[in-house]
């Protein structure tokens, strides 16, 4: 399911995919659990009435999915994980 490799001799690599939205990521991550057989996650909302990506990375976490949801001030691109990065893209329209 995860292109990410377990064979002996290989070293296991970050990978990252952009997705247009926030929507995106919470059905991506309830897909990868319900393929290994996990509960999907419930929506948590924080503070700023967003989802709480902490809550949805430490429910992948507990169910050894290697994915980590890297948004706002969620996740860190500077750990050691090694696995599949989920970020949303943002695109940002100037007006001339």
Same mark, same amino acid.
């Given at each position: 399911? $995860?292109? %990410?490799?377990?064979?002996?001799?290989?070293?296991?690599?970050?990978? @990252?995919? #952009? #997705?247009?939205?926030?929507? $995106?990521? %919470?059905? !991506? /991550?309830? &897909? @990868?659990?319900?393929?290994?057989? /996990?509960? /999907? &996650?419930? +929506?948590? #909302?924080?503070? !700023?009435?967003?989802?709480? !990506?902490?809550? +949805?990375?430490?429910? $992948?976490? +507990?169910?050894?999915?290697? +994915?980590?949801?890297?948004?706002?001030?969620?996740?860190? $691109?500077?750990? /050691? !994980?090694?696995?599949?990065?989920?970020?949303?893209?943002? %695109?940002?329209?100037?007006?001339?």
């Amino acid at each position: 399911m $995860l292109p %990410i490799s377990n064979k002996r001799g290989q070293k296991k690599k970050t990978t @990252a995919i #952009l #997705l247009p939205n926030k929507e $995106l990521i %919470i059905e !991506f /991550a309830n &897909w @990868a659990l319900l393929e290994k057989g /996990a509960p /999907a &996650w419930s +929506l948590h #909302l924080d503070s !700023f009435n967003s989802p709480h !990506f902490d809550n +949805l990375n430490s429910h $992948l976490r +507990l169910h050894k999915i290697p +994915l980590e949801i890297v948004q706002n001030s969620y996740g860190d $691109l500077g750990n /050691a !994980f090694r696995g599949i990065r989920l970020l949303c893209k943002h %695109i940002i329209v100037q007006k001339d």
